[in-house]
Nanobody, 116 residues
């Protein structure tokens, strides 16, 4: 069982920046992803980072978001720049891929609201 606690969300104007943090009970040897769910939409993977540092970004995040991890602190970060209204969502971290274990690991998430 892995526990995730997300923080750092808030209200920001379009074009602004936010840095999200994800504190985990442990992330050793795990690929961790940042996911988001906007109202009325399904949850989507935004970015992920492996234990070795390999990184993947969704098309919407590429060039604007930066994922990083501090293994010593069991923490994963998501730096979000040039935010757009369509980035408004609840952001979560979890293992990647989700299935089969990650369904039980979802935290509360952190709300990001971008005003246009």
């Amino acid at each position: 069982q892995v526990q995730f606690v997300e923080s750092g969300g808030g209200l920001v104007q379009a074009g602004g920046s936010l840095r999200l943090s994800c504190s985990a009970s442990e992330i050793t040897f795990k690929t961790i992803g940042w996911y988001r769910q906007a109202p009325g939409k399904s949850r989507e993977l935004v970015a992920s980072i492996s234990s070795g540092g390999s990184i993947m970004y969704s098309e919407s995040a590429l060039g604007r978001f930066t994922i990083s991890r501090d293994n010593a602190k069991n923490t994963i970060y998501l730096q979000m720049n040039s935010l757009k209204a369509e980035d408004t969502a609840v952001y979560y971290c979890n293992i990647d891929p989700i299935s089969p274990l990650g369904d039980d690991y979802w935290g509360q998430g952190t709300q990001v609201t971008v005003s246009s």
